[in-house]
Antibody, heavy 125, light 106 residues
Framework: QVLLQESGPGLVKPSGTLSLICRVS?????????WTWVRQSPGQGLQWVGE???????HYSPSLKSRLTMSVDTSKNEFSLTLTSVTVADTAVYFC??????????????????WGQGTSVTVSS | IQLTQSPSSLSASVGDTVTITCRAS??????LAWFQQKPGKAPNLLIY???TLLSGVPSRFSGRGSGTDFTLTISSLQAEDFATYYC?????????FGQGTKVEIK
């Protein structure tokens, strides 16, 4: 069973850079998954941030794209998120998750079936 | 693609049957998933492909729909089912979520 664990600073200053890592254990980062970040601002719903595959091909939320970079390190079995020029609006719990492809009949469907516990990030001076 | 869930919250009693609706702004075929989230916890995947239960999810949960209109039904609501539920489309990037439906105890 794959397990995910986020790590990063709990506090980032406005205009600074947020860097988070998600370590994958119990399985290889190479395989049938896309590695995803989701965030949740206090009291709010879930926001899809972006995803990256093991070849480093990434898709980002349009609202964050200009500030966001994701990368994957297969040697360390981890993937990361870097968000620049942060503001208080970036204060959130950040979750990493694994998007798995499921075969149903002759069709593939997808679901975020494994999640980290989340890491809280506060943007404040 | 925007997802609109309704209602945003509901009150129900143990044993009730509740239905949550998720409407997509355009056709997403069957590329819809449902999640349950409890306070302070990560979401848990319940259903993918609009209607397929993830292994281990109780059969009182069911999903239906295709195209733009989807439902999540919880039959015979249990105490552990009081939570917030989200739909997510996985048809077109960005893979947006609905705004959530909070199921509370009446």
């Amino acid at each position: 069973q794959v397990l995910l664990q986020e790590s990063g600073p709990g506090l980032v200053k406005p205009s600074g850079t947020l860097s988070l890592i998600c370590r994958v254990s119990g399985g290889s980062i190479r395989g049938n998954s896309w590695w995803t970040w989701v965030r949740q601002s206090p009291g709010q719903g879930l926001q899809w941030v972006g995803e990256i595959d093991d070849d480093g091909i990434a898709h980002y939320s349009p609202s964050l794209k200009s500030r966001l970079t994701m990368s994957v390190d297969t040697s360390k079995n981890e993937f990361s998120l870097t968000l620049t020029s942060v503001t208080v609006a970036d204060t959130a719990v950040y979750f990493c998750a694994s998007l798995t492809r499921f075969l149903e009949g002759s069709f593939y469907y997808y679901g975020l079936d494994v999640w980290g516990q989340g890491t809280s990030v506060t943007v404040s001076s | 693609i925007q997802l609109t869930q309704s209602p945003s919250s509901l009150s129900a009693s143990v044993g009730d049957t509740v239905t949550i609706t998720c409407r997509a702004s355009q056709d997403i075929s069957y590329y819809l998933a449902w999640f349950q989230q409890k306070p302070g916890k990560a979401p848990n995947l319940l259903i993918y492909g609009a209607s397929t239960l993830l292994s281990g999810v109780p059969s009182r949960f069911s999903g239906r729909g295709s195209g733009t209109d989807f439902t999540l039904t919880i039959s015979s609501l249990q105490a552990e089912d009081f939570a917030t539920y989200y739909c997510q489309q996985l048809h077109t990037y960005p893979y947006n979520f609905g705004q959530g439906t909070k199921v509370e105890i009446k």
